[in-house]
């Protein structure tokens, strides 16, 4: 009977899932998983995902950053709990732990010491598959509330920092996303109407807000709750937005908010684009070697591409092509689907 590999990236706010079959990926999944809440979040969330593979013959293969929530003591424990919760999740199926420069290991194999290096691994996994398949650019993957820029070079990846610490000293890790972060995370000044104003520090709007206003965000990737609990529409997004510079909103006046928004958007790129350019600057290459884009802000990387004059090959051109029987790619879900291909191949 053919076996099948799921790769899991159990974040913080989201599970993601990508099946392999015979090869290639056949489906991504993306389930909202707000783990601060409780462990049932994340027993939710497989479960709906394991339902649409009812009678799937499969093994599975992890990797997390779900471990920094704060319903954990520390990032051990997190670790310790998820790890445990997914085997109980799976009960009688093959469990594979990403535990980072260490590999893969059999869950009932891990052990405190491993803690460290599963922690918050899933960028490497992803940074990993675009270095074996692309040998050299820069990857960067613009998800729903962070982003990762890591250089690759002949089939390696030079991370300079591996823990989420190390990774935000050398900004390979830039903590901003086009859904979850905070508008006022981004930048303390915007435009308005031709002018510079301060925005509020207040958790009034996010940049899903700005990316629903600008037109950019797909449905299917906006599972988080709004800031203020109101609905996912354009108006309601502008009328968020104009509360950050402590105006009322005016249906006739979306233009305004509209240019506003695009004025954060830039101001966003602009943070993205720093880092990548840091990175760039510590390593020569090849005026050829392409961004590589993942994530769900990915259209981002493929704006700063063109500003750097770059080429941009986006991460889902990385796999066999098939047909994938969900709506989410493999560019979506990066880590989910870099861990399964490289479980796969690791279990051979």
Known sequence: MQTDMIGWDIGGAHVKAAVISAGNI?????????????????QRAVNAIMQELAGANCRHAI????????????????????????????????????AGLEGFLKSSQTEDRHYPSIASANWLASATFAAHKIGSGLFVDCGSTTTDILL?????????????????????????????TAVMAVTQTALDQGKKIGLMAEYFATMADVYRVTGELNDIHDQTDTADGAEKTILASARRLSRMIGCDFYADELPRWQQFAENIRLLQIQQIQRGCELRLAQYELLPNS???????????????????????????????????????????????????YLANRAGR
Not at 64 to 89: A, C, P, S, Y
Not at 290 to 314: M, S, T
Request: charged share 15%; hydrophobic share 45%; with cysteine.
């Open 26 to 42: 056949i489906a991504v999944y993306q389930q909202p998983c707000p783990l601060w809440k409780g462990l049932d979040q994340l």
């Open 290 to 340: 392409p961004l590589i884009g993942a994530g769900v802000g990915r259209f981002l990387v493929k704006q700063i591409a063109l500003n750097l004059g770059r080429p941009y090959l986006d991460f889902s051109d990385l796999f066999p092509v098939a047909a994938i029987l969900s709506d989410m790619t493999t560019a979506d879900c990066a880590p989910a689907a870099a861990i399964a």
């Open 152 to 180: 690759l070079n002949e089939g390696q990846v030079l991370a300079e920092g591996y823990t989420d610490y190390q990774r935000l000293l050398s900004e390979e890790l830039v903590y901003t996303g086009i859904v979850r």
């Open 63 to 98: 990797t997390m950053t779900g471990e920094l929530v704060d319903l954990f003591d520390n990032r051990e424990h997190g670790v310790q709990q998820i790890i445990q919760t997914m085997t109980k999740l799976l009960p009688g199926a093959e469990l594979l732990v990403f």
